[in-house]
């Protein structure tokens, strides 16, 4: 089982960055994808991004590729999300999620374990 907690969240201007984190406890999140999904008021959640389990692959929603890097590092059982050059769309509850699973899963569905979440808002 794996327990994810986000942090790194806040309020932020429009063109400015912000760095997400997400502590992930359990003996087997080095096996796991892990993604990031955002969910706006009034929306669906959405997928974000998503780093397979030995960090080597990535991919990423249209709408945020070149603009946001997710990373991890299996030796501390964290996952990162570094957002650049943000937009006021990006405004959201981003949360970390994991699925024992070797490939990239894209779909909020299959994700096993859930976070929280951490706010992010971005002014015009």
């Known amino acids: 089982q794996v327990q994810p907690v986000e942090s790194g969240g806040g309020l932020v201007q429009a063109g400015g960055s912000l760095r997400l984190s997400c502590a992930a406890s359990g003996r087997t999140f080095s096996s796991c994808a892990m993604g990031w999904f955002r969910q706006a008021p009034g929306k669906e959640r959405e997928f974000v991004a998503v780093?397979?389990?030995?960090?080597?692959?990535?991919r990423y929603a249209d709408s945020v590729k070149g603009r946001f890097t997710i990373s991890r590092d299996n030796a501390k059982n964290m996952v990162y999300l570094q957002m650049n050059r943000l937009k006021p769309e990006d405004t959201a509850i981003y949360y970390c999620?994991?699925?024992?699973?070797?490939?990239?899963?894209?779909?909020?569905?299959?994700?096993?374990?859930w976070g929280q979440g951490t706010q992010v808002t971005v002014s015009s």
């Open positions: 999620a994991a699925r024992r699973d070797y490939g990239l899963p894209d779909s909020a569905r299959v994700y096993e374990y």
């Open positions: 780093v397979s389990w030995d960090g080597a692959i990535t």
